[in-house]
């Protein structure tokens, strides 16, 4: 394979295509990536906490996943082992909560509590927020199993976590604005060594070997 760099190429699907000055500012990176697990629901991170592992762990739905403004992730359903890791710029929060809650939440947060954006009027300029596709993709311990990346600003992984359940089939809903273009590949080459858990803030080891995924799209 091969990745070819084009400076100054002008992209209207990148992120940083529609963003004033200061938010672009905002989206530098300023040091080497290093992934982020998003939050696990309340009830999985019960569910560990008590010491539940392997059978006894039940399949997670319901639960929304926000990077900034930018991206939306509903878990309609999945394994109990499936982590969403993000590799994008610091700056870009991560937060989550029950999938019933979240449009309101982003009509509420987007440029306020969700950033970036920094503002209201920046995340007018990106276009409306909307559901964009439908993956889905089976998930086994110890894994990755496929990267969606966001244009301009980074992408996240779906692994598995290696002591957090059986493997499964997992189907994530995804929303972005429409000016920003969102792609889904293989995982990228890159050495692993794990990610961070947000939650525990433990790094979290999974083994070298791929498998291959299933992927629908969605208008």
């Not at 301009?152 to 779906?158: D, K, R």
């Not at 498998?211 to 208008?219: P, V």
Request: hydrophobic share 40%.
């Amino acid at each position: 394979s091969k990745l070819h760099d084009t400076p100054g190429v002008h992209l209207h699907h990148r992120v940083t295509s529609r963003l004033p000055p200061d938010d672009i500012a905002a989206l530098a990176v300023r040091r080497p990536l290093r992934g982020i697990a998003a939050p696990s629901s309340d009830r999985l991170e019960a569910s560990l906490a008590a010491g539940m592992r392997g059978r006894q762990l039940k399949d997670e739905a319901g639960w929304s996943v926000f990077w900034g403004a930018f991206l939306r992730v509903d878990i309609v359903c999945a394994p109990p082992c499936m982590r969403l890791v993000f590799y994008g710029p610091e700056s870009v929060a991560l937060s989550a909560l029950d999938t019933a809650d979240a449009g309101a939440h982003y009509a509420a947060g987007a440029g306020v509590t969700l950033t970036p954006p920094l503002t209201r009027g920046a995340v007018d300029g990106l276009g409306v927020f909307e559901e964009k596709r439908t993956v889905r993709v089976r998930v086994s311990p110890g894994e990755r199993a496929l990267d969606l990346a966001v244009s301009g600003l980074g992408w996240f992984s779906v692994v598995g976590a290696t002591q957090s359940g059986l493997p499964g089939e997992a189907e994530l809903v995804l929303w972005a604005p429409r000016a920003v273009e969102l792609f889904a590949r293989k995982p990228m080459p890159v050495p692993w060594h794990g990610f961070l858990d947000s939650g525990a803030d433990d790094w979290v080891e999974l083994e070298e070997e791929e498998e291959e995924s299933e992927l629908s799209g969605k208008e």
